[in-house]
């Protein structure tokens, strides 16, 4: 069973729009929650954080937000410029549990000129 | 250039060679990692190295068997694989201890089984 969901393969937005991305996860322990951008032929690069005593975060064009009762993560990217079309995945962690980062499926953001 | 160094990044073999994947790190990291890469699946974490010693095995078919000779280099010997191996492999490192700290990832090894 997933632990971590991205229920979007893809998504398209337009240059100088807002991109949000969305991950869903099944345990409430998950305390560290955490985002990679991946572009073709290079490993995923570290993008943003957030730990669980917060609901947001933000580092420039890039805010994450954390609902915890909707088990709910997302990423805003504004605005979106085309260096940001890549494959984003969300990722969990817990701290005190099984010390596993556990990915989801990744979504396609492809932005548009 | 990532810190993280991966060779070679293209593999080409039968079902019954071996071979082996390189992994380095620049980073002064302990922790090292296999992870595999499916298409359309989730990354999969296949093992973990803290300072040298293999903490996590995540059910890996003996077929991978993972070497760590020490911090900064870490391999994955193949051998006997399956076609529904083929896979991009990533190896990544980071500060052991805690799963907070960012994983620095390799461009990784695209594996096809023929």
């Known amino acids: 069973d997933q632990q971590v969901k991205q229920n979007s393969p893809s998504l398209s937005v337009q240059e100088g729009r807002i991109s949000i991305l969305n991950c869903d996860y099944t345990?409430?322990?998950?305390?560290?929650f955490l985002w990679y951008k991946k572009y073709p032929a290079e490993g995923p690069t570290f993008l943003i954080s957030?730990?669980?005593?917060?609901d947001k975060n933000e580092d420039g064009r890039f805010t994450v937000f954390l609902n915890k009762s909707a088990k709910h993560l997302s990423l805003h990217i504004v605005p979106s410029q085309p260096g940001d079309s890549a494959v984003y995945f969300c990722?969990?962690?817990?701290?005190?549990?099984?010390?596993?980062?556990?990915f989801g499926q990744g979504t396609r953001l492809t932005i548009n000129p | 250039e990532t810190g993280v160094t991966q060779t070679p990044r293209h593999l080409v073999m039968g079902m019954t060679n071996k071979k082996s994947l390189k992994c380095e790190q620049h980073?002064?990291?302990?922790?090292m990692y296999w992870y595999k890469q499916s298409a359309k699946k989730p990354l999969e974490l296949m093992f973990v190295?803290?300072?040298?010693?293999?903490?996590e095995n995540n059910s890996v078919p003996s077929r991978f068997s993972p070497e760590c000779p020490n911090s900064s280099h870490l391999f994955l010997h193949l051998h006997t694989l399956q076609p529904e191996d083929s896979a991009l492999y990533l190896c990544?490192?980071?500060?052991?201890?805690?799963?907070?700290?960012?994983?620095?990832f390799g461009n990784g090894t695209r594996l096809t089984v023929t």
């Open positions: 990544a490192s980071s500060l052991p201890g805690t799963g907070t700290s960012p994983l620095h």
């Open positions: 345990n409430s322990m998950f305390d560290y």
């Open positions: 957030i730990s669980s005593i917060k």
């Open positions: 990722a969990v962690f817990e701290i005190q549990g099984a010390q596993k980062l556990v």
């Open positions: 980073l002064g990291h302990n922790a």
């Open positions: 190295y803290n300072f040298k010693e293999q903490t």
